[in-house]
């Protein structure tokens, strides 16, 4: 089965740096890799997700990079503002489709 | 358009009890997965319906059962409850085309004493 590894755990920063979490998976035949956050008591909200045909995909502040040879994808959060604290979660499914293996999760706290 | 709800949002059962929590899908979404949420971890896949049958499932033991319904709603069971089994359980709708999105319902709380 896939095995999804995340890190840094907690992530400490500044307001208006950036932020980046990385996340590596085992299972060379997923092709979709999505990104949520969980606010303290709330559901997880899916934030952006790239497909395995695209190396790169940005949201206004946040974008994902995928690197399919070495099986990792990352998380950027530029301009980091309050609101971003949270958990975030990468997952990765179990060969294809959107069956997910979560990561560990990474708690980002910004500083004002 | 309708989100993902789920009932209740808390729950307290004792051990040994039986348990079935409830999910609506968002409008339009035909598939339904179920994952559990320990405190401070991440989600875990339990399984997932498609079109009111099974179709795939986690490192779960068979006293977690599902059902999918004609209007792609979906109970979770829970058999002999375990002290273990405490967590956020999760369920998340998706199937619009060909899209891969998942969006998740608010969770139900179950603590087991």
């Known amino acids: 089965g896939e095995n999804v590894e995340q890190h840094p755990s907690t992530l400490s920063v500044q307001e208006g740096d950036s932020a980046v979490i990385k996340c590596t998976y085992s299972?060379?035949?997923?092709?979709?890799f999505p990104w949520y956050k969980q606010e303290l008591g709330k559901r997880p909200q899916l934030i952006i997700d790239?497909?395995?045909?695209?190396g790169e995909k940005k949201d206004q502040r946040i974008a994902v990079t995928l690197n399919k040879t070495a099986k990792h994808f990352s998380l950027h959060i530029t301009e980091t503002q309050p609101e971003d604290s949270a958990v975030y979660f990468c997952?990765?499914?179990?060969?294809?489709?959107?069956?997910?293996?979560f990561g560990g999760g990474t708690r980002v706290l910004v500083k004002p | 358009e309708t989100g993902v709800t789920q009932s209740p949002t808390h729950l307290i059962k004792t051990r040994g009890q039986q348990v079935t929590l409830r999910c609506s899908s968002q409008?339009?979404?035909?598939?339904v997965s179920w994952y559990q949420q320990a405190l401070g971890q991440g989600p875990q896949f339990i399984f997932q319906?498609?079109?009111?049958?099974?179709?795939g499932r986690g490192n779960f033991p068979p006293r977690f059962s599902g059902l999918q319904f004609p209007n792609y709603s979906s109970e979770l069971n829970v058999n002999a409850l375990e002290l273990d089994d405490s967590a956020l359980y999760l369920c998340?709708?998706?199937?619009?085309?060909?899209?891969?999105?998942?969006?998740f319902g608010p969770g139900t709380r179950l603590t087991v004493t």
């Open positions: 409008s339009g979404h035909n598939t």
């Open positions: 998340a709708s998706s199937g619009r085309g060909d899209s891969y999105e998942q969006y």
């Open positions: 299972d060379s035949a997923s092709n979709y």
């Open positions: 997952a990765a499914p179990q060969a294809a489709g959107n069956k997910l293996t």
């Open positions: 790239i497909r395995s045909n695209v």
């Open positions: 319906y498609y079109r009111e049958e099974e179709n």
